[in-house]
């Protein structure tokens, strides 16, 4: 289906695709080892699961609240240094530091100090990664204006993230190995700190290396001083009202909100059912199974998902490549079924490469997509915001995250899960495995019927760029 090449100027070169990709590692590395960091709070902390789950909710509310803002920053924002780069480099050392500190909990403490404790510097640690990860998303945006090059952009920055989860689950296993720490908090306490600081090193890649696109118009940005707060109030409502009115834009947000909340909900139920049914709640049993199917999953993504998407996409477009990825994941959920069996716990593993469609295909295709989106905007309503279209996408990705995380431990707790003992009732193990099935089949659904009217195809993609070329010329990059 391709229609038109892409031409050499529209290329981004490896080394600034790579350094994007660094960015992207970071931030998916941050969310990646949350992800197993939280299961300390539960299973070695003793934390009741509906506390561990508000505090994985608040924080990411209010880290979803501020992203518009930033966003709006980031679009206004007139440096030497560029709108994105200065604050991707602040952000990285802040939500480092932040992540270092925030682990920094002891089991001799009550539950009610370890829960204010974390809630604190979990906010700062949010902050920080809103300055981070939002200029960073409008960077990719902008960093070249071809339909098929943005998703081999995209595809490079998703590819390099899933590193970060190919790696997480492996703190499982560094956190409960008694061989290297005496307990798991102590664990999770050292292991913070490196991942706090790769992390700093990582983020600030795309702010040494990558090049920004120069505004258009300038003279349509506003004025970010505090004279002006109350005229840039009134434009950052109007840009949060434009942005929500683009109907193609908000199908975007509303498939990935169903699909990523969908996955986040069940996303720690796989551990559970590893160590609670296949091992019946022997950690040492377990062993590495929690961290091998959770690498397998990265490398099926990687070696697997994003590169067969690109290509899908290349052929039949973009949506329809969404849809062909979630379907197939859908089959993956109910194999899970017969794939988590105690007898053959290798069996696991099947249903792997068809969930994997699920996740890889969403973010690889979504990112390339919101930047098609941001150019009709710019067509319709003259001006360059990737920085408050990249907010608004992630706040929905945030929103539904921070539901999910709450919704995670009121499931676990319907279902009848008890953290303070080892063997769970055989009746919660089967409706948590239910759970685990039937909640992203359904949201995977939901998200296929919204996005099925979204019509940025390549052919119109190319006449809305021609048209924008017509109007003020093509856009350059710092440092050409």
């Not at 929905?396 to 319907?414: E, H, N």
Request: overall charge neutral; some cysteine; hydrophobic content about 50%.
């Amino acid at each position: 289906m391709t229609l038109y090449r892409t031409a050499k100027e529209d290329i981004v070169p490896f080394g600034q695709k790579i350094a994007f990709g660094s960015g992207h590692l970071a931030n998916q590395l941050f969310p990646a080892a949350l992800g197993v960091f939280m299961v300390v709070l539960v299973m070695s902390l003793n934390m009741n699961p509906v506390l561990a789950g508000i505090l994985g909710a608040l924080p990411r509310l209010l880290d979803a609240l501020t992203d518009p803002i930033m966003g709006f920053i980031s679009d206004n924002t007139r440096s030497k240094w560029g709108r994105r780069k200065p604050y991707i480099l602040l952000g990285s050392v802040i939500t480092g530091v932040a992540f270092m500190v925030m682990w920094q909990l002891n089991p001799e403490n009550s539950q009610t100090y370890n829960f204010f404790y974390f809630l604190i510097i979990s906010i700062f640690f949010y902050i920080g990664y809103t300055v981070f990860a939002t200029p960073l998303i409008g960077l990719g945006y902008e960093m070249t204006p071809d339909y098929n090059e943005r998703t081999r952009l995209m595809a490079v920055s998703q590819w390099m993230g899933q590193v970060a989860w190919m790696i997480a689950p492996w703190f499982w296993v560094i956190i409960y190995d008694p061989d290297i720490f005496a307990s798991a908090p102590e664990g999770a306490r050292q292991l913070a700190v490196w991942v706090g600081a790769i992390c700093m090193v990582l983020g600030i890649m795309p702010a040494l290396f990558n090049k920004e696109m120069i505004v258009p118009d300038k003279d349509k940005m506003a004025s970010l001083s505090w004279k002006e707060l109350a005229n840039n109030t009134r434009e950052f409502l109007k840009g949060i009202k434009l942005t929500v009115k683009n109907s193609q834009f908000m199908r975007l947000c509303g498939a990935t909100f169903f699909i990523f909340n969908g996955f986040q909900t069940i996303a720690q139920f796989a551990m559970f059912i590893i160590v609670y049914y296949l091992f019946n709640g022997d950690k040492v049993a377990s062993g590495t199974w929690p961290a091998w199917f959770g690498t397998i999953s990265a490398m099926a993504t990687a070696f697997l998902v994003i590169p067969v998407v690109t290509k899908i996409s290349e052929k039949i477009g973009k949506k329809n490549a969404f849809v062909i990825a979630t379907l197939i994941s859908i089959i993956g959920y109910i194999l899970k079924w017969w794939g988590f069996n105690p007898e053959n716990p290798w069996l696991m593993f099947i249903p792997v490469p068809f969930l994997s469609f699920g996740i890889g295909g969403l973010f690889t295709l979504m990112m390339s997509m919101t930047a098609d989106v941001c150019d009709l905007d710019e067509l319709n309503n003259g001006e360059r915001r990737e920085g408050m279209f990249g907010a608004v996408y992630w706040w929905m990705v945030k929103l539904g995250t921070a539901l999910a995380l709450l919704t995670s431990g009121i499931v676990l707790q319907a279902v009848g899960f008890d953290q303070t003992i080892d063997q769970q009732t055989a009746e919660s193990i089967v409706k948590l495995r239910i759970a685990d099935i039937v909640i992203p089949i359904v949201t995977a659904l939901i998200a296929i019927a919204i996005i099925w009217k979204y019509n940025i195809t390549e052919e119109r993609a190319h006449d809305i760029r021609e048209a924008l070329i017509l109007r003020r010329g093509k856009t350059k990059h710092q440092g050409e």
